[in-house]
């Protein structure tokens, strides 16, 4: 099977490239013969990123987006460069971390010219007095971490996606880690930061704690999604590698439980590092063996730091779990937990039985939090086909929460794999949305999510589409994606 005989999903407002030989040679004048392929192999490898629903679609003989050419640029200068040759062809051009992000954000809907930014991959300096590490965004997370790791540091930043994403993919999608609640998102973590704006110049944002230089302009580029920039360096916060953990699991009798217990445990500026509840149906697929657990909710806690203050930190979270009825699970959950943490092979065994699965992530504030998991529960329920809907929720404020639900389900006969998904998505958004929620905590908004952008932001979409126009005039960065955007860049 080759390139020709694959269904191309997304082929609205495609760009076609007239003369590609020239093309091709201006851009291997710019980044020289070793640095690009239009190989059948590697154009057929970038058409999707891991957005679950592509997964369906590679069994059926469908490709996602299709690009022209693959580049991987070593020098801040060729994408510079690259960058200022797409302006003035009018070609896209999508950058790629890892291709792990699970919203479409890297799928070249409108074709043209793919950024690997896999050789952006060095790290230039960890500043111990600082507390900081400053690497290139290309870099592969779970190496940026191990050589921490190995320094006596980490970042703290740790997804579910460690060993597949880079640092400039957790960038441009606010990413968000499993031991968050205590190191904080990847906003919190990153201290500065150089960009190359959609015209080719080079903006740089200087490391610092904090400033008050007007706004922060350099925000915009954390959650960009690649439409506004790329980010080729960041400096981050590091920590010395925790000298002690502490491993903590209760089962409560209902998620309303489970949140007081957490809440209460927030209020008190308690911040273990991890905290993870896995509503009843969740507990039961993944504690099967835990009698205690049985029908109920577990949370699984993490407290790590300072010896001293972990005790006092486990001392607090006992006293408001058992307060709230918690049944003392011991650490086995917690061990098992971390041996399968990075463990994702679930998701690809749905599609071969023609299931389509997903996971949405979801923000709320405490006092919407229960309404959001039970209104969403009860809409799947209601939805046709759905075969399951369950839900744990794992990243925390004193304010609220970040719900992570997960659904699978059979379309009909009329409808396609993508109908069926798309209706899915728009039951659990409007579900969350109808009680107060909001449409993302971690994944971002890539083309998944891009027309619920009104409902969330209101008008103030139409700000960012203002600035997009005023940094990308001709619309080449990574296009169509974050919102609703027909435009075809030039003129408005
Ligand atoms: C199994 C699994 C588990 C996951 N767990 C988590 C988790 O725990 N927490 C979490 O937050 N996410 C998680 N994700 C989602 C995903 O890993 C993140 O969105 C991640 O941040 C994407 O990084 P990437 O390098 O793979 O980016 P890509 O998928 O390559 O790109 C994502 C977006 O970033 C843009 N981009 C990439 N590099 C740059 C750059 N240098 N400059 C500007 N834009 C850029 C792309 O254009 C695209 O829009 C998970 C995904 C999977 C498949």
Known sequence: MDLKDFELIYTQDRCEINDKQKIERKIREIIGDNNISTKEVDILAYTKDASLITLNWAIQ????????????????EQICNILKFANQEKIPVIPYGEGSGVVGGAIPIRGGIIIDMKKFNKIIEINDKNLTVTAQTGINGMNLERYLNAKGYTTGHIPQSLYISSLGGWIAHRAAGQFSTKYGK??????????????GEILNFKPIPRAS???????????GEGTLGIVT?????????PDKRILISYAFSSIDDSFKAVRQILREQIYPAVIRIYDSFETSRHFPDIENAKDKVMVVFVCEGNSKLVELEESITREKSEKNSGIDCGVHPVEHWFETRFRITETSAMPPYKIVFDTIEV???????SAIYHSVLDSMKKLQGVIMITAHVSHFYPNGVGIYFTFGGVPSKEQTDLEYYQKCWDTIIKAVLDAGGSIAHHHGIGINRAHWMESEWGNSVNTLREIKKLLDPNNILNPGKLYVDTWKGGET
Request: net charge negative.
């Open 186 to 199: 990847i906003e919190d973590i990153i201290l500065g930061m150089e960009v190359i704006s959609p015209q």
């Open 61 to 76: 003989g469908k490709i996602a987006g299709l690009p022209d050419f693959i580049i991987w640029p070593d020098t801040v």
């Open 213 to 223: 230089t007007g706004p922060q302009l350099e925000k915009l580029f954390i959650g």
């Open 233 to 241: 360096e960041a400096t981050l916060k590091i920590w010395p590698y």
């Open 363 to 369: 923000a709320s504030l405490w006092e919407n939090a």
